[in-house]
């Protein structure tokens, strides 16, 4: 496309230029001629600079366009990946339900970083204020997973977590959430929960490329 557009844009200018060097007049002097092609000449330049330069605008204009990495409003971008941090409560199956329609899921955590752990802290109310991600032991006792199936390498829960307590829910506590909001040592800062009780949560999406016009971040 850019080079495309260089070349398109040359060759107008090229066309336009050479076409003003026939004006159909009867010869002149030698001085004039010389004088008419010295004047064309330099105007032939200026305008293949002038080319050039709204050729490379272009080409920033399309890079810009194809190349940032973005997030629709209302959600936070962190490198390559979009976040949607909640305002309303409810189940983990309604959170996760939440996030597939709008093109995401429920946050995967498989490394250590403290984007989330800080952005969930200013964002508790109160201490109970946790929010949903996509972890969940639900199919087999123990055995937790992430929403896309993928096995709990790396963990961050809270030294007597999980318990797995029945003294809520009979089922016991098969979902994880994650938020302390005084600040995780280590970023150990995840509890197991009922899956049925109504929290906030954590989406999680892949930044899109070369929807919106805005700058890169």
Not at 167 to 189: F, H, I, Q, S, W
Request: hydrophobic share 35%.
């Amino acid at each position: 496309f850019c080079t495309e557009a260089l070349y398109v844009c040359l060759m107008s200018c090229d066309i336009f230029v050479s076409s003003t060097g026939s004006t159909g007049e009867a010869p002149g002097s030698q001085q004039t001629k010389s004088t008419r092609r010295s004047k064309v000449t330099s105007e032939r330049v200026a305008l293949l600079v002038l080319c050039a330069l709204m050729a490379a605008a272009v080409i920033v204009i399309y890079r810009l366009y194809d190349s940032c990495l973005k997030c629709e409003t209302g959600w936070e971008q962190h490198g390559g990946q979009c976040y949607y941090f909640s305002t309303r409560r409810s189940s983990w199956k309604e959170s996760r339900s939440f996030c597939k329609r709008r093109g995401g899921d429920l946050v995967k955590i498989d490394s250590r970083e403290d984007f989330l752990e800080k952005t969930v802290r200013k964002k508790m109310d109160v201490a109970d204020d946790l929010f949903w991600i996509g972890l969940t032991d639900s199919k087999t006792e123990g055995e937790w997973l992430w929403v896309d199936d993928s096995p709990l390498n790396t963990s961050f829960w809270m030294s007597w977590e999980p318990d797995n307590w029945t003294g809520e829910d009979p089922d016991g506590e098969n979902c994880a959430r994650m938020g302390v909001r005084g600040g995780a040592t280590d970023l150990k800062c995840w509890f197991d929960k009922s899956c049925k009780v109504n929290q906030k949560y954590i989406c999680e999406k892949e930044a899109e490329i070369g929807e919106y016009m805005v700058s890169c971040v």
